[in-house]
């Protein structure tokens, strides 16, 4: 349950950089034409604005898709109650996770305005602020849990190691007094700690690969923010947990008692 703990921890933190990134390429920076905005000025400036590094994708919405949209949404058509149509054509633009922030943000919008006839470049610079805010907030609430987690993990496992080796604390001193090196003596000790620290984090994987099968059951748009990759990173991270804590810990464990005498053994 501990390496579970511990594996839920690496998978949230590896999830939370995905979401993040998700959260920044999705803010919409909207970049509004001018009505003299000819055809072929207007795709020199689609083409010019593609290959920006802060350009993750570029959307086109002319002024009829914008008037049609509106209309949806507002349950009215505007050209109702006017002769003209008042909305402009604009370029929707997602920015690439670097460029998602505030200060990126201003300098973006000044390399738009270089280009001819673009009539107004419009963010949402408190929604930028508020998501940079909390993501950052998360990341270090999540890292310090980690850190928590882990030092909480290696006590728990170093505690069952412990009472462990105490049981057979005697066959160790037989084994000394018969002449057996340390390493000889630790060897058996190491590999049954790496047996079980193995079938520990085996038991983990499948409980958090089920969990994790079980929310993508109820909520597939997951798959966004999960992948294969954090799914083995979070794999590898409780396997070699288990393995490296619980051989230190067996170490630490035979080790102590290895440099006690038969009196001090009896008095522990």
């Known amino acids: 349950m501990v390496l579970v703990l511990l594996g839920l921890v690496v998978f949230t933190i590896l999830t939370a950089r995905n979401l ?51 209309s949806e949404e507002m349950g009215s058509n505007p050209q109702d109650f006017i002769d003209f149509n008042p909305f402009p054509a604009i370029f929707e633009i997602q920015l690439t996770e670097p460029y998602a922030n505030t200060d990126s943000v201003v300098q973006v919008k000044k390399d738009i305005l270089y280009i001819p006839k673009i009539a107004e470049v419009r963010y949402a610079e408190d ?46 001193h037989t084994m000394k007094l018969v002449g057996a090196s340390w390493g000889f003596i630790r060897r058996p000790f190491l590999r049954r700690a790496v047996g079980v620290g193995i079938v520990a984090a085996l038991l983990a994987i499948l409980i958090l690969g089920g969990g994790i099968y079980a929310l993508y059951t ?44 038969a009196g001090e053994l009896y008095k522990i």
């Open 20 to 70: 993040s990134a998700y959260v920044k390429e999705n803010l919409t920076v909207t970049v509004e034409l001018g009505d003299n905005m000819t055809q072929q000025e207007r795709g020199a400036a689609y083409n010019r604005l593609k290959v920006r590094p802060y350009v993750r994708q570029i959307t086109y919405i002319s002024k009829e898709r914008a008037l049609k949209e509106n």
């Open 127 to 172: 929604l930028i602020d508020m998501v940079n805010s909390n993501l950052s907030r998360i990341s270090v609430t999540l890292l310090v849990l980690a850190i928590l987690l882990i030092f909480v993990s290696f006590t728990l496992i170093s505690n069952s190691v412990r009472l462990s080796v105490y049981s057979r604390r005697f066959l160790i």
């Open 218 to 261: 109820q909520e597939p748009d997951l798959l966004t923010i999960i992948g294969w990759q954090e799914l083995t990173i979070t794999g590898v991270a409780v396997l070699l947990s288990g393995i490296v804590i619980t051989s230190i810990c067996a170490y630490l464990a035979v080790n102590r008692f290895l440099r006690m005498t």
